[in-house]
Nanobody, 112 residues
């Protein structure tokens, strides 16, 4: 099972980034997919997830209205569109399949 994130980088506050996660080795459309993040000195926290069936989405309060999670089952990809970024969004972002399989993470740095 392999999850590979991409799209991280340095952006100014108020800007946007789009993260992608390519998944292989599992039947992608049977897995709930999520994004998590870990800021320096803090524990990993939930950001957003999207289930496999309808799909329905859930967001952390801190990103609601600014981030959008989506999935493309034909491409085995889950994405996270991040708008109106804030300095406190700075973290390593991880995608996960059913919280069982994890990617290596991609760093997002938001400068003020």
């Amino acid at each position: 099972v392999q999850l590979v994130e991409s799209g991280g980088g340095l952006v100014q506050a108020g800007g946007s980034l789009r993260l992608s996660c390519k998944v292989s080795g599992v039947i992608f459309n049977s897995y709930n997919m999520g994004w998590f993040r870990q800021a320096p000195g803090k524990e990993r926290e939930f950001v957003a997830d999207i289930n496999w069936s309808r799909p329905t989405t859930t967001y952390a309060d801190s990103v609601k209205g600014r981030f959008t999670i989506s999935r493309d089952n034909a491409k085995n990809t889950v994405s996270l569109q991040m708008n109106s970024l804030k300095a406190e969004d700075t973290a390593v972002y991880y995608c996960a399949a059913d919280r069982q399989f994890w990617g290596q993470g991609t760093l997002v740095t938001v400068s003020e």
